[in-house]
């Protein structure tokens, strides 16, 4: 009872994958990030039909939710890197997470632990309708808690992967082994038999108590056939001279 199986262990591994999309989510709909709000759309998605593949045995879908971890995982490495500014990444560029729609960053660039904004009056830098704010104290930079974000993502995706890739073979395994030719008889299985409407039962006739079932023939005398003109008169006195004899009525 106390044992945790394969498929037990993707389904919590699947439950914390959720929590922590659903987290990020919210976050990234407070900072307008667009393209990752699409991106934790989809995940969900996977991670929903990875749950039910594992409890209702469809290998077929948890090798759909296995690609798309790996296309998560890269996701999640392109943010490392972007926020991380490795190679010719650069924050500066914000229309790869807004498609350009915004000015606005990730949410904890101002609501990061510690952080302290100021807002910057009458500034020439700040476009129609915006200001410009300096951010100071923070405890933790917001680059920091995204790439920790996309890092906790990239951990559970790979177990993830691992125990999808396990429970989805198990599964294949026991459809092969499973004898399509003989259905459930090869399990000891017996399926109940329809009963029929038309049952055949033994047919008893009544016999009279004068009517024997077995009668046996007649026996007529010469004398008998001779009066019915069965015989001729010369084979008839030819008999009664040499004895009483009987035939068979057949």
């Given at each position: 009872m106390g044992k945790c199986t394969g498929r037990c262990t993707l389904v919590v591994i699947c439950s914390f994958q959720l929590v922590a999309a659903l987290e990020r989510q919210v976050f990234d709909f407070l900072g307008y990030q667009w393209a990752p709000i699409l991106a934790n759309f989809l995940h969900i998605m996977a991670v929903i039909l990875g749950i039910f593949g594992t409890v209702q045995f469809r290998s077929r879908y948890l090798i759909l939710y296995a690609v798309w971890l790996v296309?998560?995982?890269?996701?999640?490495s392109f943010i490392i890197c972007f926020y991380l500014e490795v190679g010719h990444l650069s924050q500066d560029r914000d229309f790869l997470m807004t498609f350009n729609t915004s000015l606005h960053r990730s949410w904890w660039m101002e609501n990061g632990?510690?952080?302290?904004?100021?807002?910057?009056?009458?500034?020439?830098?700040?476009?129609?309708?915006?200001?410009?704010?300096?951010?100071?104290?923070?405890?933790?930079?917001?680059?920091?808690?995204?790439?920790?974000?996309?890092?906790?993502?990239?951990?559970?995706?790979?177990?993830?992967?691992?125990?999808?890739?396990?429970?989805s073979k198990v599964f294949l395994e026991d459809e092969d082994s499973f004898d399509f030719i003989?259905?459930?008889?090869?399990?000891?299985?017996?399926?109940?038999?329809?009963?029929?409407?038309?049952?055949?039962?033994?047919?008893?006739?009544?016999?009279?108590?004068?009517?024997?079932?077995?009668?046996?023939?007649?026996?007529?005398?010469?004398?008998?056939?001779?009066?019915?003109?069965?015989?001729?008169?010369?084979?008839?006195?030819?008999?009664?001279?040499?004895?009483?004899?009987?035939?068979?009525?057949?």
């Open positions: 296309l998560w995982v890269g996701w999640n632990p510690g952080c302290l904004v100021t807002l910057v009056p009458n500034s020439p830098l700040a476009p129609d309708d915006h200001h410009v704010i300096t951010v100071s104290g923070c405890l933790l930079d917001y680059q920091y808690i995204e790439v920790v974000s996309s890092a906790l993502q990239v951990f559970l995706a790979l177990f993830g992967f691992v125990y999808a890739c396990y429970v003989g259905g459930f008889d090869s399990y000891g299985y017996q399926p109940p038999q329809k009963a029929s409407h038309l049952q055949l039962q033994p047919l008893y006739t009544s016999v009279p108590p004068h009517v024997s079932v077995y009668q046996r023939p007649k026996r007529f005398s010469v004398a008998v056939l001779y009066k019915e003109n069965r015989i001729p008169a010369s084979q008839y006195k030819l008999i009664e001279a040499n004895q009483n004899v009987s035939f068979d009525n057949h």
